[in-house]
């Protein structure tokens, strides 16, 4: 069973790059996407982005010029690195599956870590 | 971009009762919508993907439908259980979640 578990710090300052890692055990991350997805206290979900085994990377456009992923496939791991936070980026972080056919390049989220609050405050 | 509007975003029902939840999508996204659903501090868990295909071990009182721009999510039966926050997620370009519903048994 795949799982996925989150990990950082729980506090960022204003301005500072929040910067997260994902995780995986019970299956390779090899040849899958993997996502990040945040959730504010109380709201909906946004879909942040997501890399590829080899490296692509898709991005949010609304947060796009301040995301970078990374993966490093020898640890199972991949990364999430936000820069220039504000409150408005307080909220849990989850790493999910992005599970694709291999005749479509988009799909479903099958499996999520636990996720992890994360909070922007001096 | 791709604007998912879902509705309505609470609902109160009572056990037994059928409810239905829409999703509207603001361009033809063919039957690329998932739908999860969220227990209070929970993940989501996919429960309907490519619109109308039940996940493996899902029960069956959850069904989805629609393609095109309108999609409907329902639940056949409503259990205690279900109480959670359900979403509607695309697939077309990117990713893209509605709003969410929050259902409440009455």
């Known amino acids: 069973q795949v799982q996925l578990q989150e990990s950082g710090p729980g506090l960022v300052k204003p301005s500072e790059t929040l910067s997260l890692t994902c995780t995986v055990s019970?299956?390779?991350?090899?040849?899958?996407?993997w996502s990040w997805i945040r959730q504010p206290a109380g709201k909906g979900l946004e879909w942040i982005g997501r890399?590829?085994?080899?490296?692509?990377?898709n991005y949010n456009p609304s947060l796009k010029s301040r995301v970078t992923m990374s993966v490093d496939t020898s640890k199972n791991q991949f990364s999430l690195k936000l820069s220039s936070v504000t409150a408005a980026d307080t909220a849990v972080y989850y790493c999910a599956r992005d599970y694709s056919s291999s005749w479509y390049p988009w799909g479903l989220f099958d499996y999520w870590g636990q996720g992890t609050l994360v909070t922007v405050s001096s | 971009d791709i604007q998912m509007t879902q509705s309505p975003s609470s609902l109160s029902a009572s056990v037994g009762d059928r409810v239905t939840i829409t999703c509207q999508a603001s361009?033809?996204?063919?039957?690329?919508l998932n739908w999860y659903q969220q227990k209070p501090g929970k993940a989501p868990k996919l429960l309907i993907y490519d619109a109308s295909n039940l996940e493996t071990g899902v029960p069956s009182r959850f069904s989805g439908s629609g393609s095109g721009t309108d999609f409907t999510f329902t639940i056949s039966s409503l259990q205690p259980e279900d109480i959670a926050t359900y979403y509607c997620?695309?697939?077309?370009?990117?990713?893209?979640f509605g709003q969410g519903t929050k259902l409440e048994i009455k």
């Open positions: 997620q695309q697939y077309d370009n990117l990713h893209t």
């Open positions: 890399i590829y085994t080899s490296g692509s990377t």
């Open positions: 361009q033809d996204i063919s039957n690329y």
């Open positions: 019970g299956g390779s991350i090899s040849s899958y996407y």
